[in-house]
């Protein structure tokens, strides 16, 4: 079974401008996370889908970050612009309903010069 | 007070040896406990969830205490190969919804 895809890998660009990245859930879970880690932190929450709906966004930066997920499978995160301070990585994380367990993505790792 | 409390170590420890973790939580209406491992730069995967009669998988041996609100991790027999960072993760209903919470994670290296 494939598991979750993210791209790109890494990404490296200056402040002010945009960035997107990609997340392919696996297939069947209908619940997706992004997330964001700092270094020495814990995954923190931005934004939780249970299909096409975002159920949680309150951690979300709305100034800045957008999220979709039009077709309820693959989702989109975009910050537009992205300040010094996004430097990370950027998790995405789906489980099937109802289940505890989430399965990660490799992350994008993000470097805002 | 934050919501899942972690030390982040190091916790440097011989082979072969014995190390458990703890990870305290706030919300008393937390409803699921889960220990997830992550390697150095790679992403988070789980490791055992915690249920409330403890359980144990090998080597590994995860106990929830809800009196006192906290969840242990215990690694016997430690390897080299169990040197990771060690995430708690605790599920926190609020408003009718719920919310993983990830600690900071505890480094652990194991040493030959």
């Known amino acids: 079974e494939a598991g979750v895809v993210q791209s790109p890998r890494y990404k490296i660009i200056e402040k002010k401008q945009p960035v997107a990245f990609w997340c392919n859930p696996i297939?069947?879970?209908?619940?997706l996370y992004w997330y964001l880690q700092n270094l020495g932190q814990g995954p923190e929450l931005l934004i939780r889908y249970e299909n096409e709906e975002a159920v949680d966004d309150s951690q979300l930066p709305k100034d800045r970050f957008s999220a979709e997920r039009l077709k309820g499978v693959d989702s989109t995160l975009k910050i537009q612009p992205a300040e010094l301070g996004d430097s990370a990585v950027y998790l995405c994380a789906s489980s099937s309903a109802g289940a505890d367990t989430q399965y990660f993505g490799p992350g994008t790792r993000l470097t805002v010069l | 007070r934050k919501e899942v409390e972690q030390d982040p170590g190091p916790f440097n420890v011989p082979e072969g040896a014995t190390v458990a973790f703890n990870c305290t939580y706030s919300?008393?209406?937390?409803?699921?406990f889960f220990w997830y491992r992550q390697d150095c730069r790679k992403e988070p995967k789980l490791l055992m969830s915690?249920?409330?009669s403890g359980n144990e998988d090998g080597r590994f041996t995860a106990q929830l205490n809800r009196a006192s609100q906290y969840i242990s991790l215990l690694i016997r027999d430690s390897k080299l190969s169990d040197s990771a960072t060690y995430l708690c993760v605790v599920n926190m209903a609020a408003s009718g919804t719920y919310k993983y919470i990830f600690g900071t994670g505890t480094r652990l290296k194991v040493l030959a």
């Open positions: 297939s069947g879970h209908n619940t």
């Open positions: 915690v249920y409330s």
């Open positions: 919300n008393s209406a937390s409803q699921s």
